[in-house]
């Protein structure tokens, strides 16, 4: 089991009157090499969800084991590494620095990793073919269109081989025709054997993942495999 999250609890203002659960008992398993559309409406408790699973923020109450380790129990320190190796992010506002060039965007967790010089431009490039972008490398995100700084994003979260893909509304800030391509990038990666988790607010789709799991007002309602025409 990749992902093992056992009644998990994310509390803030605990024993305030302004308490607010944003997760309450949330259990989840998800397999390595799984495509899993997170569902919810705002206020639903996803977004929380989401910091969980990127080791962004930790449970207040539960277990999350990752790939074996409780990270619980794991410092700061320690919860960056896994961010840095394991978990490729991708945000709807793109987080792209605008003084980089795309190249200059994609390479940088590879600098922080420690990736000799030689690896960085392979890896690099090879993101960027992967998204079609290998001949805008030298632009800047200001010279880029949405779907094209997205694609750069994706890039990024690719270049490190994360095992998984943490996509928070990748397509929320795109046209229909834009965002259905970035969304047929995350397929072939899912093909290729990558854990893609996909949070989103949006029925239709999260009606085109493998499997779907809906959030509301901090617990899993529905946990579901869905029928897809793309495989």
């Known amino acids: 089991m990749l992902i093992d999250i056992k009644e998990v609890f994310k509390i803030y203002n605990e024993g305030f009157e302004n308490e607010v659960r944003a997760l309450n008992g949330v259990s989840l398993q998800i397999d390595r090499g799984e495509f899993v559309a997170i569902v919810g409406q705002s206020g639903s408790g996803k977004s929380t969800l989401m910091n969980i699973l990127g080791c962004l923020d930790i449970p207040t109450y539960g277990d999350y084991h990752l790939d074996g380790t409780d990270v619980t129990e794991l410092s700061d320190r320690q919860l960056s590494h896994i961010r840095n190796k394991q978990i490729g992010f991708i945000f709807q506002g793109f987080n ?11 390479e940088l967790p590879l600098i922080y990793q420690g990736v000799r010089t030689r690896e960085r431009e392979e890896r690099v490039m090879d993101a960027l073919e992967r998204v079609g972008l290998a001949e805008r490398s030298e632009h800047r995100p200001t010279e880029m269109s949405g779907g094209q700084q997205q694609r750069v994003a994706i890039a990024r979260a690719i270049a490190t081989h994360p095992p998984i893909i943490l996509a928070d509304e990748p397509t929320g800030a795109l046209d229909s025709k834009t965002g259905q391509h970035v969304l047929q990038i995350l397929r072939r990666l899912y093909q290729e054997g990558t854990t893609v988790i996909l949070i989103t607010h949006d029925n239709s789709i999260a009606a085109t993942a493998p499997r779907m799991v ?3 007002d901090g617990s899993i309602v529905a946990d579901q495999e869905q029928e897809v025409d793309w495989l």
């Not at 792209?96 to 994609?106: F, K, Q, R, T």
Request: aromatic share 8%; glycine share 0%; proline share 7%.
């Open 96 to 106: 792209l620095i605008p003084a980089l060039s795309a190249y200059e965007n994609v």
């Open 214 to 216: 809906r959030i509301s």
